[in-house]
């Protein structure tokens, strides 16, 4: 049974010559006219995740992949095309950069929490779990500005995982902490997997599609370009950087 | 894990219509947390502004109005009136650049994150009430149960004035990043077009309705007549204020809709 079903989506965006942002350069430039281009960054994808089902997703910078992760957890809306979801998303989107630097952990737990929609009693029953799982209890009540990044996305991760609804979307999932904290997100993640959590991965990391998903997508200039098992799409994944890597250099050969 | 839901079209925003308490109240305390630094000292600190304000006013101006006796409470009702339009538009308006980092995490209901940007505001008018009622029952004008009544009423419209203004202003900051600077000139001419440092009937009648277009000033007025003067309103102001106030509302909401899809691409 399908739990996500995405059909033939497309999302553009428009690039103009020059960007203005304010009303003084709206005004001033008013003879200037922009040209605009459109940058085609998901083009008809089209695919379906299956309950309990772990997807993974691979691509080269530029190809989509965040965009897509947006678009299903509804931050995105698509230009055309359906995106429907059947199951609560948790998505674990850009970690470290989504605190509030003037509030603690514990105020930034409970208001990323709630926004992943927990409730206030949840959160509060798990905070001692959260911080242990970020080795971060020494530093509750500290405010997040002088938090490293290291840190913030620890607590992040850790956060996510107690938020866990039913699906859960990863953007570059264990690329974070020391080798001890990866170890612990990755127990963690077959934990939920086994109590038949869905999960969708988007990495660069072929050893993590390979190992973590059942199936996996390869995405090249917004399309679907090949669809299959994880070792396969990995083995592809790599085959089209190291044809990228090349094209410029025998390109430049040919030229001399 | 969670037994699975009916079908959703994420691409409809359909679910941003669930209200979740928990969310509200958690974007209430910890904005009241991180402007005030956690304290009851913090917030006392940010009364002092209009309290520092209505002094000076009163210190300069009384003189130039001594032949008007209600001129101190005149000014207090539409001081701190003002110290609430002034405050809620101004969090308002930036709210969703504000919490940016909030809209692209996750599907959060971003009118949620508006309407609570101006709880603070709110909350300051609430104090300023108790404030303002011990005053006037100090200076013997102790309002009635039916003033105060149609007082919370006249708060009610001009939060709504609030809310639909910050509803279509968030949206429109996101792509126009210098309107909070616009907004500050504008209130600051604002300050002056509304009747709040002079009486209003110092200018010729053939004016009154323009400033009437400025939606602080029947909110000042009415309040005034209410809680100063004992004098109820007309029915015809009355409908005047509610529809100013469903007008202001209605277009914010309908400019929020428009927008606000896809306001997480602007952050």
Known sequence: ?256 | MTAIAAPLDVSSRGRLRSIRPGLIWTLVRTDFKARYHGTLGGFLWALLKPMCMFIVLMGVFSFLFASNPTYKLDLIVGLFLWDFFAEGTKSGLTALHARGYLLTKASVPSWILVVTSISNALITLAVFTVVMTVFLAGAGHMPSPSALGAFACYCLALTAIVVGFSLAASVLFLRYRDLNQVWEVVLQAGFFIAPIIYPLDILPERFHFYLYVWPPTPVIEFSRSVLVAGVMPTARGHAYLAMDAAACLLVGIAIFRQLSPRAAEFV
């Open chain 1, 1 to 256: 049974m399908a739990v996500i079903d995405v059909d033939r989506v497309s999302k553009a965006f428009q690039i103009p010559s020059v960007h203005r942002q304010t009303v003084r350069e709206h005004l001033l430039g008013v003879f200037e006219p922009r040209r605009f281009q459109r940058l085609q960054v998901l083009d008809e994808v089209s695919f379906e995740v299956r309950q309990g089902e772990a997807l993974g997703i691979m691509g080269r910078n530029g190809s989509g992949k965040s965009t897509l992760l947006k678009l299903l957890c509804g931050v995105y809306m698509p230009d055309s095309g359906r995106v429907t979801v059947s199951a609560p998303i948790t998505p674990v989107l850009e970690l470290g950069v989504g605190w509030n630097p003037e509030l603690d952990a514990i105020d930034n737990v409970l208001l990323i929490g709630s926004v992943m929609g927990l409730s206030l009693a949840d959160i509060r029953r798990s905070m001692d779990e959260i911080l242990a799982f970020a080795e971060l209890e020494r530093f509750a009540n500290l405010k997040l500005k002088h938090y490293s990044s290291g840190m913030s996305e620890r607590l992040g991760y850790a956060v996510a995982f107690k938020a866990v609804r039913d699906v859960l979307v990863l953007d570059e999932i264990f690329a974070v902490g020391d080798a001890g904290f990866k170890a612990r997100c990755e127990t963690k993640y077959r934990e939920l997997r086994a109590s038949g959590h869905t999960a969708i991965i988007v990495s660069h990391d072929p050893r993590v599609v390979a190992t973590f998903c059942d199936r996996a997508l390869l995405l090249d200039g917004g399309r679907i370009l090949f669809e299959g098992t994880p070792q396969e799409i990995s083995q592809r994944y790599v085959s089209t950087l190291t044809a990228a890597a090349v094209q410029p250099q025998s390109a430049a050969s040919t030229a001399s």
